[in-house]
């Protein structure tokens, strides 16, 4: 209902960020070759072509024992698609809930990611967004039909460029960054940029039933990654601008002097951004920028 040439995928990721400076993450462009596998087009100067990134948004929780499959498939997504594919993980909802005593007291859920979960009416687990709805007909998806719609957004053509630029200070646990969003097709409506930070190889218990992904009925020392864990501009983000966007326009949004707290592991840190459509939702590109 809503709704490729060989490529080469040039985006990346830079690490090992100081306060002194700044690095940026790598535009995610194809480059598209003649016959002969040149790169001519253009009188000999290379052609480029825009592509998207596809963003997961996965629900989870610590006490759901179906959740570690979901995990697993996502994992073996991460090592076919690399950075073309960013994940986060929602802990949120009743599986998220911590228990007052035992194993389960860890809380790993957010404000913004129940609001979320919320919003979208999430009813069932594994299960997750995918560029949120981006050309489907239902926003979320069980896990079994991952696999082939994360294949059907890879290497789309995409809207909109986005970079990242980012100052840490290990010593006072500050973060600001810069946001960047340039269009590349002209597009009308409210366009918004959400900032959220993750955190990788957070070890915790976890409810498990497959004995192939771990011991059953639970993991005492599971690793979970990707982990929300909270957001630079609030849980929907920020319009890019309030006047009508332009394609010959780079449109920037800065935020500065966010607290990392204490419990959060500064060298598994991550920033995850992406650019979306207000009305819709639908998400029109994606960066991930480690910390370190």
């Not at 594994?126 to 926003?139: A, F, V, W």
């Not at 498990?208 to 990654?225: C, D, L, Q, W």
């Amino acid at each position: 209902m809503r709704q490729i040439t060989s490529i080469f995928l040039l985006s990346g990721i830079l690490a090992l960020f100081f306060f002194t400076a700044c690095d940026e993450i790598e535009k995610p462009y194809v480059r598209e070759q003649d016959n002969g596998g040149n790169d001519t087009i253009n009188g000999g100067e290379d052609s480029v072509e825009v592509v998207q990134k596809v963003l997961v948004e996965e629900f989870t929780g610590h006490k759901c024992p179906n959740c570690p499959k979901g995990h697993e498939q996502l994992a073996n997504l991460k090592d076919e698609y690399g950075d073309s594919l960013v994940v986060v993980s929602i802990h949120a909802g009743f599986f998220a809930e911590p228990d007052n005593s035992g194993q389960y007291t860890r809380d790993l859920r957010t404000d913004a990611g129940e609001a979320i979960h919320n919003h979208f009416e999430v009813g069932s687990y594994p299960s997750g967004m995918i560029n949120r709805g981006k050309d489907q007909e239902n926003l979320v998806l069980h896990n079994e039909t991952w696999n082939s719609v994360i294949g059907q957004q890879m290497g789309q053509k995409a809207q909109a460029i986005l970079s990242t630029d980012m100052d840490y200070d290990p010593q006072n646990r500050t973060l600001s960054a810069d946001f960047e969003v340039e269009f590349v097709e002209q597009v009308s409506g409210d366009y918004k940029l959400s900032a959220f930070i993750t955190e990788d190889s957070i070890v915790a218990p976890q409810k498990n039933e497959n004995e192939n992904v771990g011991e059953v009925p639970e993991i005492p020392e599971y690793v979970h990654n990707h982990v929300l864990r909270g957001t630079l501009n609030g849980t929907w983000g920020e319009s890019v601008t309030d006047e009508s966007i332009t394609t010959d326009k780079t449109y920037t949004l800065s935020y500065d002097g966010f607290n990392i707290p204490e419990g959060w592991n500064e060298d598994k840190l991550s920033i995850v951004a992406f650019a979306y459509k207000g009305e819709t939702f639908d998400v029109i590109q994606t960066e991930k920028m480690p910390f370190k």
